[in-house]
Each structure stands twice: as C-alpha cells, then as structure tokens.
C-alpha cells in the first residue's frame, strides 16, 4: 500500500480543513491507519487514528473534539477534518497504517507505511 497525503495549506486562526490521505496498491480496509504531525524542530507526534480492530476512533488530547478523523472505503481515502484550528497546530501533517496493536495505536513506530506529507500553516 502507497499513501498520497494533500489537503494542507494556509489558513487563520478559527478555520478549518480537512486533509486527504488516498491509498493505492493495496487493500485500504485491512490496516488501522491513522494521522500524525510534526511541528518544527519537534518531533513527530500523533493526532489521530481508525483502529480496524474495533473500527474505534482515537484522538491525541490537544485535538479531541475540534478533528475528526473518518474514511471512505470505496474511494480507499482517509480523512482529517480539522476545525477550530490554532497557531499551534501549525506542522507537516503525515498519514500513516499499519497492522498495529492497540498499545502501539499513538506510536510511530506502530505504523509501517507512510505517505510524504502535507504542510499546514495557522496564522493568528
């Protein structure tokens, strides 16, 4: 499976959007996948993730209940729909999956492929 991520971009303080991550080359619905950042000079954290085990969603602290993560299996294509948006959230956005564990599930190294990012910028 390849991951493409788009969506990012520039947006004030209070906006929204929403990120794309399109898999191709493989089976979309036999992974968790999940959403990951990484602001500069810091290292890569984790924002969001669809366990496939389960089909629960999980959200870092920082964005629980201003993003929304969800897919769409026909169009094999994940989704962050980000609102509310704030200076801080400002970093390369990256999608990732994996056959991951639920302990693993906020862990990079939970996740084997990755797509190459997509930068967004909050201004205030």
């Known amino acids: 499976v390849q991951l493409q991520a788009s969506g990012g971009g520039l947006v004030q303080a209070g906006g929204s959007l929403r990120l794309s991550c399109a898999a191709s080359g493989g089976t979309f619905n036999s992974y968790s996948m999940a959403w990951f950042r990484q602001a500069p000079g810091k290292e890569r954290e984790f924002a969001a993730a669809?366990?496939?085990?389960?089909?629960?969603?999980y959200y870092a602290e920082s964005v629980k209940g201003r993003f929304t993560i969800s897919r769409d299996i026909a169009k094999n294509t994940l989704y962050l729909q980000m609102n509310n948006l704030k200076p801080e959230d400002t970093a390369v956005y990256y999608c990732?999956?994996?056959?991951?564990?639920?302990?693993?599930?906020?862990?990079?190294?939970?996740?084997?492929?990755w797509g190459q990012g997509t930068l967004v910028t909050v201004s205030s």
């Open positions: 990732a999956a994996g056959k991951t564990i639920l302990s693993m599930t906020r862990d990079t190294r939970g996740y084997t492929i």
């Open positions: 669809f366990r496939l085990s389960g089909g629960r969603t």
